[in-house]
């Protein structure tokens, strides 16, 4: 636990509330303690992490909307945003897992670290208060708040596509998995966009998500449709 305080670079007075913020609930269910666990400091920290990130925003981007400031959040604080950060400070090495969960690849799951990432900050508030959480919270999201700085406008790969290509025809762009490696924990998959028949480009991911976004930037990169006799 020392390690991990030292990454954080926070020091808890109440060392119990960090422990609870480490119990994944398949632990606190095989110990028949099912009331110690991290759901509930998951629960606070949630909020906790939801309003510093807000009102940073809030801060950063006087003239945008709540619309965009809503966008921008959700960047920050989604559930593969958080599991970032919980990677960052190699959370996954310090969490407490029942047998069943750790044989499972429970602690490298996204779900598994970005809930026991919420539930430190909880941890955090309790222990320290706003103040020590807030510091937290904010130099661990640096990068990412920073980045967001410079580039705040969130880019959509598919629906620019597709608008640059309904603006020539009316016909959507299709895309498809052509294959997928690696073990399943790590898994690559590939999509393939094509329109009018033709292949415009293909991507790589680690979700299908990922690989359709990555084929859509490849193809506005080519603008393969552009080559085309009569375009």
């Not at 950063?60 to 965009?68: A, L, S």
């Not at 680690?206 to 990555?214: G, T, W």
């Amino acid at each position: 636990m020392q390690s991990l305080e030292s990454r954080i670079q926070y020091k808890f007075r109440n060392s119990l509330l960090l422990a609870e913020a480490l119990t994944h609930p398949s632990l606190a269910y095989e110990s028949a303690n099912p009331h110690f666990d991290n759901q509930r400091l998951e629960f606070l920290g949630d909020a906790v992490v939801q309003l510093i990130v807000t009102e940073e925003l809030y801060r950063m981007f006087p003239d945008f909307t709540e619309g965009r400031l809503t966008k921008l959040r959700s960047r920050v604080v989604s559930r593969q945003a958080l599991a970032r950060f919980a990677n960052a400070i190699h959370l996954g090495d310090y969490v407490l897992l029942g047998k069943g969960e750790e044989s499972s690849g429970g602690r490298r799951r996204p779900s598994t670290l970005a809930d026991a990432f919420e539930a430190l900050m909880g941890a955090v508030y309790l222990d320290g208060g706003q103040g020590a959480v807030r510091e937290l919270v904010l130099r661990l999201f640096n990068s990412e708040i920073s980045a967001m700085a410079l580039s705040p406008e969130e880019r959509n790969p598919k629906g620019e596509l597709q608008e640059c290509l309904q603006a020539l025809q009316p016909q959507a762009p299709n895309y498809r998995i052509v294959g997928a490696s690696g073990p399943d924990h790590r898994r690559v998959f590939q999509a393939e966009v094509s329109w009018c028949g033709q292949i415009l480009a293909t991507g790589r991911g680690r979700s299908k998500k990922d690989a359709e976004a990555r084929a859509a930037q490849e193809a506005l990169r080519n603008r393969f449709w552009e080559q085309q006799p009569g375009a």
